[in-house]
């Protein structure tokens, strides 16, 4: 999902079993949260730190492909709603960084992670958004695939994470359904229109099953995130999930889903659906994508271009505070 | 040139006239003016509160959780501060 590298090897902490890991687990096991000045393993600690601040780093990223788009959005109406879009992003990116920063991490140390290209994001962000369409697909597949993960994230057993979902959920809908509301008007339009909502389909469709991260078989940090509560439900369980539900959206837009292998399997009362490419996966994950070198490069320069704002508010605030002691 | 964070403050929202201002996050701004500003941007966007209070983060002093056995658990076996705790007759009215 927005943190899938997570499930990548080398990842792995493992768990040790002193007395205090066990008095932690039990506490796990019993449902209770655990917050920032509780005891914690080190592991759990560390996996969290690069969890939340994986996902953090996908919500800000993930404000560039739309980004692109506001300038040229097709009406005023579509532009002030994908301003106020692109704004829950920067938003749920600071929910995450704080709450990523209660585990002892700076802000300042993420950013760096982030601009030198050492810290993860979602592969989904490093594909280009070539016409509108890719705006409403964004919002109907992306976000809608987001949800699905980060709905059992609400229950994590880290405190400030499970609270920060709940806050991201409640604005994660109205994302989703300004995406489909986009393609619903595509679908209807000129057949020009519609063949744009087509493609921008195909385009999306694979890279959003990759969203989910490694098949559970290759997924070797699962069990222990899943020990931990951190993960509540399977990569593969989820991404079953989201094909089931979104085939249906599909023929309800009259859009063609590209997968050839894609069927109704009543027996299991779920689609089957064809192979991923694991290693167009690997290949975006590691920075070989389409744009990650344009993602990484307008962060690093906003950043940049930033900096003397930052700055110079901070020397104002201490120029005051000076001030109003002498 | 190395960089200074700006601090970390804790942002306390009400939701609505007559209802306590509730712990709902926090954010880094320069001053308490700016926090205030940013903080209706992060957290009020749908209209979530009327009023925002801010409070550097290094302000706060916390019980320690590692004390919880000696401080609050003391309070779990007053049971009698409760006022289920007292049996009285089934025809006893307006109590």
Known sequence: MYTQSMDLPGQVLLAGDSPEEQRFQARVDADAKIEPRDWMPEAYRRTLQRQISQHAHSEVVGMYPEGNWITRAPTLKRKAILIAKVQDEAGHGLYLYSAAETLGQSRDQMMAALNSGKAKYSSIFNYPTLTWADVGAIGWLVDGAAIMNQIPLCRCSYGPYARAMIRVCKEESFHQRQGYDIMLALARGTPEQKAMAQDALERWWWPCLMMFGPSDKDSTHSAQSMKWKIKRVSNDDLRQKFVDVTVPQAELLGLRVPDPELKWNAERGHYDFGAIDWNEFRRVVDGDGPCNRERLAARVAAYEQGRWAREAALAYAQKKARRETA | ?95
């Open chain 2, 1 to 95: 040139m190395s960089e200074k964070e700006w601090p970390l403050w804790e942002v306390f929202i009400r939701s609505k006239q007559g209802l306590d201002h509730k712990h709902c996050g926090s954010l880094h701004a320069p001053d308490a003016k700016m926090a205030i500003q940013m903080a209706r941007d992060v957290y009020t966007r749908r209209s979530e509160g009327v009023s925002i209070w801010v409070v550097p983060s290094a302000a706060i002093a916390a019980s320690d959780p590692d004390d919880h056995e000696s401080f609050v658990e003391p309070m779990a076996d007053k049971i009698y501060r409760h006022p289920t705790f007292y049996r009285l007759p089934d025809d006893l009215e307006h109590m």
